[in-house]
């Protein structure tokens, strides 16, 4: 089983293997979602019956986490570990209380929200109306905030007991489908770039990117649902079931649609062949053009719809260029559509 394989040299630099901690997060998230419920997963089931009664009580607790438990992944982020179960146990225990209150919440809270919260000068409830985003049961956070030394050291227990045979078996028994997962993944990055792909896996578009420095992409057996995101701005997580066969792109067929339709009019692709070679603003394109600005208007509407062009306002004027890097992508996306 390959513990790292790294892709590029080139920032952003891509990573894609499978993770020992990653997978107990998500055992830990699958557990957590599955309180209270009469029968569980066959495949959780031999390791859950064997939990003690402390282990029980903290997946209850984390029952009303947002992620049931797999916030931890910001710390796994944090400090890039991700097969040494007990380097880890032991560096998240020795934090300070708050520097561990804030990495576990990433982004969602400022060190000084925190102390505000430690030191009592504002309530959760005040804090939760402040940053909804901070989407825990009262109970919850309140346990996370007000006795963050028993809340950390019993989910490291938690995380430590569940690292027995049961796991580990189960681990090893899943080495050829982490391979085979791998190997699609890594056909995947060939024809697709690590943001588009993991576009293509979640399914959707992100609302929220950055120029990433790198890209994990991690497959896991217990992952639920099937694929997770997680990323601040230098870094892209995704997690995703290795039962995965094929990472589509997102909306293919719709995209390309529009783009031929776009490019389907001979005066469109005439523009797009002249902004390739100059960016211009609409009145110098409508008289190389030689059509009225009226009708350049609504060529330039239709072809920036498409993301063949891109706009760059100056001051107050609106400038357009050929966007090749979308129109390289669109055509390996034909390729890899019609190959699929």
Same mark, same amino acid.
């Given at each position: ?15 894609? #293997?499978?993770?020992?901690?990653? =997978? ?18 066959? +495949? ?10 402390? &282990?029980? +009580? ?5 029952? /009303? ?12 982020? $944090?400090?890039?570990? #991700?097969?040494?179960?007990?380097? #880890? ?24 929200? %925190?102390?505000? *919260?430690? &030191? ?7 804090? @939760?109306?402040?940053?909804? &985003? ?19 050291? /019993? ?11 049961? #796991?580990?078996? $189960?681990?090893? &028994?899943?080495?050829?489908?982490? =391979? ?23 399914? @959707? @578009?992100? $609302? $929220?990117?950055?120029?990433? =420095? ?14 997770? +995101? ?19 792109? *997102? ?12 490019? /389907? ?30 009708? %350049? ?14 706009? %760059? ?19 390996? /996306? %034909? *390729? ?5």
């Amino acid at each position: 089983m390959p513990l790292d394989t790294q892709l590029n040299n080139e920032a952003p630099k891509v990573y894609v #293997f499978p993770s020992k901690i990653m =997978e107990l997060l998500a055992l830990v998230r699958l557990l957590a979602e599955s309180v209270g419920c009469e029968k569980y997963d066959e +495949r959780i089931e031999p390791i859950r019956s064997g939990l003690q009664p402390d &282990s029980i +009580r903290m997946l209850g607790i984390l029952f /009303g986490f947002k992620s049931y438990g797999l916030e931890f992944t910001e710390l796994v982020l $944090r400090f890039k570990m #991700f097969d040494n179960v007990e380097l #880890f146990i032991d560096t998240i225990a020795a934090m300070d209380e708050t520097d561990f209150l804030y990495g576990f919440f990433g982004d969602e809270l400022t060190r000084e929200e %925190i102390l505000a *919260v430690k &030191s009592g000068a504002i309530t959760i409830d005040k804090l @939760k109306e402040r940053n909804p &985003s901070v989407a825990y049961s009262s109970d919850a956070i309140g346990i996370i905030f007000y006795d963050t030394k028993n809340f950390r050291s /019993g989910f490291l227990r938690l995380i430590d007991e569940l690292d027995g045979d049961a #796991f580990r078996k $189960r681990y090893l &028994s899943m080495s050829q489908a982490y =391979e085979e997962s791998l190997s699609r993944l890594k056909s995947e990055l060939g024809i697709m770039t690590p943001l588009d792909l993991a576009q293509a896996i979640m399914g @959707k @578009k992100f $609302r $929220r990117v950055s120029d990433y =420095e790198s890209f994990y992409f991690i497959p896991s057996g217990f992952i639920h649902p099937p694929q997770i +995101r997680f990323f601040n701005e230098k870094t892209n997580i995704l997690i995703y079931n290795l039962h995965v066969h094929t990472f589509e792109e *997102v909306h293919p067929a719709g995209e390309i649609l529009d783009a031929i339709k776009a490019i /389907g009019d001979r005066t469109r692709l005439e523009i797009l062949r002249v902004l390739c070679k100059d960016m211009m603003y609409g009145k110098t394109l409508s008289d190389k053009m030689n059509l009225n600005t009226a009708t %350049i208007s609504h060529h330039l509407n239709e072809l920036k719809q498409a993301g063949l062009i891109d706009e %760059i306002k100056v001051k107050h004027i609106k400038y357009y260029k050929t966007n090749i890097e979308h129109i390289n992508k669109l055509f390996k /996306g %034909i *390729v890899h559509y019609l190959m699929k």
